[in-house]
């Protein structure tokens, strides 16, 4: 079991380095099959022995080997953030639902998982620090989902289906409400994805969790003079972040309220 969280964690490693480039590359719409990773600074090509995830950073000490000039922090961050991620999963999906990487199907499960974790985590990403979330990753979370769905023969498609148009219908009606002010499109659409995730019986609580993070940030970053009332704040990393904590406690909450 210790060797399988190992293995996890290079993995995760290995994609973190990949959506690093990723949620780097969509906003500038560079295409990610072709070209090879260059310096932002020197322009010059990074060799395939100074682009191996954390360890060329450490032996780098942070610095391109050509112009010496600092390499940004979002590479470590974000490589060691989906490492982590990839073993919190793993140790969630071992624990609650008895997954090991011993059988085919639980493996395919757990490929699931680590899938939308990474579209989600390149989603928050990009939002952070763009504002938009693009609609080529919504779409393809929500096809993932859909055939993975499909494939395990669940009974609940059209549960989740309904989960998520029902999600996106509340968020439109918000976009409408507050005419984009508090809400974008990206959002919107989004929410198709996220209701699909939590499903019918979660996809409440989800919403609430993530109007509550929101607000709650908001009002802090208000307080600490960061923010001001007209400032827009992206709302996709806190409908991700609200996934995450309904997965974790949703059920925890909905028999707190006493509706189970
Ligand atoms: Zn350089």
New binding site residues.
Partial sequence: MLLGYLFLFVLGLVFGSFITALSWRIPREISFVKGRSV?P??R?KISWYDNIPLLSYIILGGK??????QISLRYPLIEIATALGFIVIFYFANTFKGLTLQSVNDVFTLTFYLVIFLILLTIFIIDLGYQIIPDSLTFAGISVTFFYLLLTASNSIFNVVFSGFLAATFLLFVHLVTKGKGMGLGDVKFAVLGGMITGLKLMPAWLFLSFLTGAAVGIILILIGKAKMKTKIAFGPFLILGIALTLAFGNNIIRLIGLE
């Fill in positions: 310096c600074n020197c010059n391109c080997r050509n112009c010496k000039k």
